[in-house]
């Protein structure tokens, strides 16, 4: 009955409250007292490369289209109807040395030819005639001296009259006109020999002008011809581009071309450099490449000569290589012929100069770097800057080697700031292959 009065019911929340008090007191008992926290100095974790001293490759890179090295133009030196045509000559057709690629109809200079002949058999028997009648006009002028002789002798003792005299020394006079003439017409013969054979020359030459041969291997261009059409002597017939060597004249900066000879100023330019070895002198390596998309196709190449001026208005020059032989070095899906007016990239590389610093050319601002010290803290260093190249800088001074650049991007950059290095082994790597020219 106990159980149902109401004042029992309200303290029979008294002990879960009680237990509630002793395990509250039991926790706080056994808590640690809270951490005190020490406040340290901040520090920035940063990429680094230690810079180093390394033999440079200088490298300048220009661009410039595909041309053939030697360009033919076959130009009709006769007249006449073509007869003959190759049966492969056409447009991007590839003939090689010594075909014949058409005929111009040969035979008025054949007739030529025999008229210039017939000529030259003529006056040999022109010139045989001519020594037999030399032949007896002296002997003939020998019987008439010894005749005026005998008369002269006879006049002179008056056994003979001045009239007879007088007819004999005329016929002496005829016969040595007579031969005189037949000299004369020897004379005569050689000039006129040279005559008939330089006509007999230029008909031989106009007969073999009438077969046009390629010159060497080439690829036809600008085909402007038909088979039976007449063509007249000077006219253009069609071109042919050389396939053994092609020619590239890139533009470059002047500035990337200076980086070349950097080291070099005070080598001195004779005569004989400038007369055929100024390939020599300068000691380029050169490359052709060209940009598929996915890949790039590469070619080595001559360093053949220098432009003869400068662009005033993009102060770059025109410097001229070669690649032999680009169809032998064809690769199908991967290095492509180089065809006339493709337009490529020509990558120069010079003497190698050694013990350059290079840094990573981001790592170079407002002329200065930063550099992690000796006791990890940031600090602004000025350099001077030798030339850039593609991704990199080439110190003249400000910094040595082994000390540490940071790479990193700091914002905000206070000297003196606390710095976790972290060495940055990928750009370091990229920095050694730009120094080594590799792109």
């Not at 926790?27 to 007292?33: I, L, P, R």
């Not at 005070?266 to 050169?286: H, N, R």
Request: aromatic content about 4%; proline content about 5%.
């Amino acid at each position: 009955m106990l159980n149902n009065h109401p004042h029992w019911r309200k303290l029979l929340i008294l002990p879960p409250i009680a237990v509630g008090i002793l395990v509250l007191m039991f926790v706080a008992g056994n808590k640690q007292a809270p951490l005190k926290a020490e406040l340290g100095e901040p520090t920035k974790l940063v990429r680094t490369i230690n810079a180093q001293q390394v033999e440079l490759i200088p490298v300048a890179e220009g661009y410039g289209a595909i041309q053939p090295a030697r360009v033919w133009s076959a130009v009709a030196q006769v007249a006449g109807r073509i007869v003959e045509i190759h049966p492969r000559l056409r447009d991007g057709e590839i003939i090689s040395e010594g075909s014949l690629l058409l005929q111009i109809d040969p035979a008025d200079y054949v007739l030529n030819l025999a008229q210039a002949e017939a000529a030259l058999a003529e006056l040999e028997v022109e010139e045989a005639n001519a020594k037999a009648s030399l032949s007896i006009e002296q002997r003939s002028l020998g019987i008439v001296q010894r005749e005026f002789k005998r008369i002269t002798q006879l006049a002179a003792k008056g056994t003979a009259s001045q009239s007879n005299v007088d007819d004999t020394e005329r016929n002496l006079l005829n016969s040595r006109n007579a031969v005189q003439n037949v000299k004369n017409i020897l004379a005569l013969i050689p000039t006129k020999r040279k005559v008939l054979q330089a006509k007999r020359t230029q008909a031989e030459r106009d007969l073999e002008n009438t077969r046009i041969l390629a010159p060497f291997n080439l690829r036809v261009a600008n085909m402007r011809i038909e088979a039976d059409q007449y063509v007249g002597k000077g006219e253009t017939l069609l071109e042919g581009d050389a396939v053994d060597r092609v020619e590239v004249i890139a533009q470059f900066p002047m500035s990337s071309l200076r980086r070349l000879f950097i080291g070099r100023e005070q080598t001195a330019i004779s005569a004989d450099i400038l007369d055929g070895k100024l390939a020599e002198f300068v000691a380029f390596q050169s490359q052709v490449r060209l940009d598929m998309g996915t890949t790039i196709a590469e070619w080595e190449a001559e360093f053949v000569r220098f432009s003869d001026n400068v662009d005033p208005e993009t102060r770059t020059m025109g410097v001229v290589v070669a690649v032999d032989k680009p169809f032998d070095k064809v690769k199908p899906g991967i290095r492509p012929p180089l065809s006339k007016g493709m337009f490529v990239q020509v990558v120069l590389r010079g003497k190698s100069q050694p013990n350059r610093i290079v840094v990573p050319r981001s790592a170079v601002r407002d002329g200065a770097v930063y550099l992690a010290d000796d006791e990890s803290r940031l600090r602004r260093q000025p350099v001077k800057i030798l030339f850039n190249q593609g991704e990199v800088s080439i110190i003249a001074s400000g910094i040595t080697s082994e000390q540490q650049i940071v790479v990193s991007d700091l914002v905000p950059a206070v000297s003196g700031m606390r710095l976790q290095t972290k060495p940055d082994e990928e750009i370091t790597q990229a920095v050694l292959n730009a120094a080594r020219g590799e792109l």
